[in-house]
């Protein structure tokens, strides 16, 4: 009982939340980029919050059903077919074996999620299931999806048809605001150069990916040229000798030498990793009180937003 990969698309990787407690051993986290959108195709499924889903990166992914169950796919706008008949996002939808399931390219974000009923059944490693190419971890063989692929799962004959209303989807632009928590070493960065960092819009460059994104914009200088290598959180944005920050996410590394002026709110950082290269990213400073504010507001709302049911 599985689904088929017919084609993996550009990028097409399996992640359940991330890899916990392993950074120890040179393991770092993985897991979904967008948060949000994993989330959410979790819940309409009505999944535990750790399912593993695809992470599919700009789109092209086509797959068989070769089992009855249903499927949910939330993120960028990729256009959902099956059997060629285009549905919904952000919606719950029955598959039957034999259905064909495809992902257009996005047109407004790059990170969308598929997701089925109990999620597909893979052997974890070190605690999970997400993929960490770099690593050669996770997923099936710790790479990406390829054509032939079987993703095994389990029949499932009932599940609600819930859908998230459009007024409360996510809106992927390609301008966005991050907020950033100051760091220990930011007072390595004079005021001149702090406020060149959050007064300037950086665009994304073409050299980002699961790792980290390297930007583009005007270059911040740093009293100090490196630093012992220390350990790296979610977020981090680092400064190099180029002095064009690079934001860390998923994928980053577990160590690292370079200063970094502060920490992307996690929120944000989801948000960015659904820009394309060319994007536009502003940031503004925002205090660590604020910021857990502004975490505990949003899964209060995510948790308590109304799913709708289709009739």
Known sequence: MSFKIVQPG??????????????HLGLTNGGPLDREAFYYCNRLLGNAGNNTAIEVSFGGLQLVAEVD??????????PLHINGEERPLWSVHA????????????????????????????????GSTATVMRENIGGLRGDKLQAGDQLPCNPVHKRKHYYLAPEHQPRYQNTITVRV????????FSRLQQRRFFSHAYAVSDRCDRMG??????????DIEGILSEGICFGAIQVPADGQ?????????????????GSALSLDAARLAQLRPGGSVHFVPISPHGAHNALHLAQSFAQHQPLLERT
């Not at 928590?181 to 390595?188: A, K, L, V």
């Not at 994104?213 to 740093?222: D, S």
């Not at 920050?245 to 002026?261: E, F, S």
Request: a negative charge; hydrophobic letters at 35%; aromatic letters at 8%.
């Open 69 to 78: 169950t249903f499927i949910c796919v939330t993120g960028a706008d990729m």
């Open 213 to 222: 994104y390297r930007l583009e914009g005007p270059a911040i200088k740093c």
């Open 95 to 126: 598959v039957a074996a034999g259905d064909s399931i495809s992902l257009d390219f996005a047109e407004n974000g790059c990170r969308s999620y598929l997701g089925v009923a109990d999620g597909f059944t893979v052997e974890p490693s070190f």
């Open 10 to 23: 550009i990028l097409s990787l399996l992640q359940d939340r991330g890899r916990r407690g392993q950074l």
């Open 245 to 261: 920050p690079i934001v860390l996410l998923n994928d980053r590394q577990t160590i690292g030498g370079y200063p970094k002026i």
């Open 181 to 188: 928590i100051p760091g220990y070493q930011q007072h390595h």
